[in-house]
């Protein structure tokens, strides 16, 4: 079945067309609740809550955006609501350097098939999650979900519920904390 002709059978009522929508995006979804949460029992809260919330709320989606981008909305408000409700941030925080900086920084080091280079490459990513860990959660998000997850900037500011403008300065400002960060180790 196509998504439409899936989402079309599960706002009709058909529990087997929800329960396929549900196979075929719990895997993304959750991934970004880990990223979000950084940690896994809380994922999986935000897993079930953001699907409760979808099934809740099928009725009103109008296919205007794609349903994962529907779903993502909803993980990253329902991932905020939880942070808010337990009034902490999350302590550590999983992510990887986009390809370009990673191309950016192995081009950087002289010999990267070196053991300097492998402590260098774990010094980099450990400071690239601790960058990202102390970032406001609205630039967090951000890049998170276009470095990590590779949505387009419309479609986060979809999820986000914000102009393509402010999605594009707060992943501006996100990359220019991490290449602060990442500046003394790369000097």
Same mark, same amino acid.
């Given at each position: 079945m196509s998504e439409a002709e899936l989402i079309a059978a599960a706002q009709a009522g058909r529990q087997d067309a929800f329960t396929e929508i549900v196979e075929r995006h719990s895997g993304t979804v959750y991934n970004l609740a880990l990223r979000l949460m950084n940690d896994p029992q809380e994922a999986e809260d935000v897993l079930q809550e953001t699907f %409760?919330? $979808?099934f809740r709320a099928l009725d009103r989606f109008q296919g205007r955006s794609r349903l994962s981008t529907w779903l993502y909305r909803i993980a990253v408000n329902t991932a905020r609501n939880t942070i808010a409700s337990r009034q902490r941030r999350p302590l550590d925080y999983e992510a990887?350097?986009?390809?370009?900086?990673?191309?950016?920084? $192995? *081009?950087?080091?002289?010999?990267?098939? +070196?053991?300097? *280079?492998? @402590?260098?490459?774990e010094e980099i990513r @450990? +400071?690239?999650?601790? *960058? %990202?860990?102390?970032?406001?959660?609205?630039?967090? +998000? #951000? %890049? @998170?979900?276009?470095?990590?997850?590779?949505?387009?900037?419309?479609?986060i500011a979809e999820a986000m519920d914000c102009p393509v403008g402010t999605v594009r300065s707060r992943i501006?400002? $996100?990359?220019? $904390? %991490?290449?602060? #960060?990442l500046q003394p180790l790369l000097d």
């Open positions: %409760i919330s $979808a990887e350097l986009s390809e370009s900086e990673q191309n950016n920084v $192995a *081009a950087r080091l002289k010999h990267d098939d +070196t053991p300097e *280079a492998s @402590v260098l490459s @450990v +400071t690239v999650n601790r *960058a %990202i860990e102390q970032l406001p959660e609205d630039l967090r +998000t #951000a %890049i @998170v979900l276009r470095e990590v997850e590779g949505l387009s900037y419309e479609e501006f400002r $996100a990359r220019e $904390a %991490i290449d602060r #960060a």
